[in-house]
């Protein structure tokens, strides 16, 4: 993921509501995208929206989980 993709940003003051034949339009719209470029773009507004770099995401802690045996 070495490249940004330039054309998506995250703006956090917008919103637009929408009746629901707009938003079908707006759904039809973003299912033309290969699932890779959707993929592609959810990891960059998540990395705007977390404050991570895109090249060098954050790790899961594991330290938090456990394994149990169930009885």
């Known amino acids: 993921m070495s490249e940004s993709p330039?054309?998506?940003?995250?703006?956090?003051?917008?919103?637009?509501?929408?009746?629901?034949?707009?938003q079908?339009?707006?759904?039809?719209?973003?299912?033309?995208?290969t699932w890779q470029e959707r993929l592609r773009i959810h990891q960059y507004l998540n990395?705007?929206?977390?404050?991570?770099d895109l090249d060098n995401p954050p790790?899961?802690?594991k330290t938090f989980f456990q394994i149990k045996k169930r009885e």
């Open 6 to 22: 330039k054309k998506y940003h995250l703006d956090r003051t917008a919103f637009q509501a929408r009746n629901a034949s707009e």
């Open 24 to 33: 079908v339009n707006y759904g039809k719209e973003h299912q033309k995208l």
């Open 47 to 52: 990395s705007i929206a977390y404050g991570y």
């Open 59 to 61: 790790r899961m802690d």
